[in-house]
């Protein structure tokens, strides 16, 4: 599991800025930790098109963006959703289904160090702030 995130860290897939108008882009970052980073998404027809991130940060936020921007694309948002709620829950502590996580269960054990969770999930929430952009519910 510890080399997932190191190699998610040293090799982070997904990353890329665009300034094209049909991505919706979200700013994160925390007050607790170094990470600064911006999701881009394009949905289309209820369905995570793309999605890249860029920025800079520590290596449990980087190696989680990445390995969420994998897990996620060609999701429908519902099915997204679904994903994102299960890491929710195992960061949380909380039992949940390993098969929806796939490479994303490297952070089971980050709820034991829980200033990390932050870290862990600052990628996950600024999706989960893009979809409801894209309802029209607003960011924020």
Same mark, same amino acid.
């Given at each position: 599991m510890k080399q997932i995130i190191t190699d998610n860290y040293q090799y982070p897939r997904g990353v890329k800025e665009t300034d094209d108008p049909s991505f919706l882009t979200v700013h994160m970052d925390s007050a607790s930790c170094i990470d600064d980073i911006y999701v881009q998404a394009k949905i289309e027809d209820g369905r995570v098109a793309e999605?890249?991130?860029h920025g800079s940060g520590c290596a449990i936020s980087m190696a989680s963006v990445s390995i969420m921007t994998q897990i996620i694309k060609g999701k429908t948002v519902g099915e997204a959703e679904a994903i994102m709620g299960e890491f929710k829950k195992m960061l949380d502590g909380k039992p949940?289904?390993?098969a929806m996580l796939g490479e994303a269960e490297a952070f089971a054990n980050v709820? @034991?160090?829980? +200033?990390?969770?932050?870290?862990?999930?600052?990628g996950w929430r600024g999706l989960e702030k893009i979809f @409801?952009?894209? +309802?029209?519910e607003g960011a924020e």
């Amino acid at each position: 599991m510890k080399q997932i995130i190191t190699d998610n860290y040293q090799y982070p897939r997904g990353v890329k800025e665009t300034d094209d108008p049909s991505f919706l882009t979200v700013h994160m970052d925390s007050a607790s930790c170094i990470d600064d980073i911006y999701v881009q998404a394009k949905i289309e027809d209820g369905r995570v098109a793309e999605v890249y991130w860029h920025g800079s940060g520590c290596a449990i936020s980087m190696a989680s963006v990445s390995i969420m921007t994998q897990i996620i694309k060609g999701k429908t948002v519902g099915e997204a959703e679904a994903i994102m709620g299960e890491f929710k829950k195992m960061l949380d502590g909380k039992p949940y289904d390993p098969a929806m996580l796939g490479e994303a269960e490297a952070f089971a054990n980050v709820n @034991r160090q829980p +200033a990390r969770i932050t870290c862990a999930d600052i990628g996950w929430r600024g999706l989960e702030k893009i979809f @409801r952009k894209a +309802a029209g519910e607003g960011a924020e």
